[in-house]
């Protein structure tokens, strides 16, 4: 809604995304939370917090369709949930790259209490991979992940999905 993301998603095949439109906008529910959240966490980065936007991908020939940043819902098929993806570096130390966003398409069977939390988690999670990207996309990956934790928990101390992870 904000107009910083470009949310690419399918209604039919392996990938589709939950058909409900409640409020019949002809855009899918789940899609529209997408959207909502992914701006609640840009603003929360970038306004509150003081951290540079991503890399936008506009000067890349595959950049999804424009400069905004993209997120594609795909199916994981239980492998996975999301995850940042490098489109491009600067050829400069450090490497600053933009990027883009995978993340599942429904969370059907993902056990998350809800798609609202799902989205919440893996939103604020690997799109401060992308705030990471926009300093140094080469932290390694205690930095990387644990500060990417950390910003899931500034961003919403409710969720409590990483905590499972303590343990390793």
């Known amino acids: 809604p904000g107009g910083r993301f470009l949310i690419h998603y399918t209604r039919s095949g392996h990938n589709a995304v939950p058909a409900a439109d409640a409020d019949t906008s002809g855009v899918p529910d789940f899609v529209e939370q997408v959207g909502s959240i992914y701006d609640e966490v840009f603003d929360e980065y970038q306004n509150t917090l003081g951290f540079r936007p991503p890399v936008s991908d506009a000067n890349i020939a595959d950049n999804g369709g424009d400069g905004r940043f993209d997120a594609y819902l795909v199916d994981f098929a239980g492998e996975g949930d999301g995850n940042f993806q490098v489109d491009a570096c600067d050829a400069q130390k450090p490497a600053i790259c933009a990027g883009y966003m995978l993340e599942e398409n429904d969370f059907a069977g993902y056990g998350y209490p809800s798609t609202t939390v799902a989205n919440r988690i893996l939103a604020s999670h690997e799109f401060f991979h992308a705030v990471q990207a926009a300093y140094d996309a080469q932290q390694g990956p205690c930095f990387a992940e ?13 969720l409590s999905d990483f905590e499972s992870f303590l343990p390793g």
Request: glycine share 8%; proline share 8%.
């Open 146 to 158: 644990g500060s990417a934790v950390w910003a899931t928990e500034t961003f919403d101390p409710t």
